[in-house]
Nanobody, 118 residues
Framework: QVQLVESGGGLVQAGGSLRLSCAASGRTFNLVVRGWFRQAPGKEREFVAAIHWRGGGAYYGDSVKGRFTISSDIAKNTVDLQMDSLKPEDTATYYC???????????WGKGTQVTVSS
């Protein structure tokens, strides 16, 4: 089994920063793509960022481009999301996901809450 666990969420004022981390365990060898999604109350799930596990290019949703940075640490088997210049509209539950290719996510974490105040 594969398990993904997010951490690092919290409450921050607009303009502040947070760093989320996703730790993976289990049989993750074939999980090439790691990504982050978010879902705000009353809204559909939104793509945030994704990265190739072994150092491929990073992809970002338009709403976070230029503010968020995704990175991976192969040794630690983690993927991080550095969030800068946070806005109230970034408030959501953030989920870590992993799959065999971009756009195909087979495993999901339980999420971590990010709240950005005005």
């Amino acid at each position: 089994q594969v398990q993904l666990v997010e951490s690092g969420g919290g409450l921050v004022q607009a303009g502040g920063s947070l760093r989320l981390s996703c730790a993976a365990s289990g049989r993750t060898f074939n999980l090439v793509v790691r990504g982050w999604f978010r879902q705000a109350p009353g809204k559909e799930r939104e793509f945030v960022a994704a990265i190739h596990w072994r150092g491929g290019g990073a992809y970002y949703g338009d709403s976070v481009k230029g503010r968020f940075t995704i990175s991976s640490d192969i040794a630690k088997n983690t993927v991080d999301l550095q969030m800068d210049s946070l806005k109230p509209e970034d408030t959501a539950t953030y989920y870590c996901a992993s799959g065999t290719r971009y756009g195909m996510y087979d495993y999901w974490g339980k999420g971590t809450q990010v709240t950005v105040s005005s």
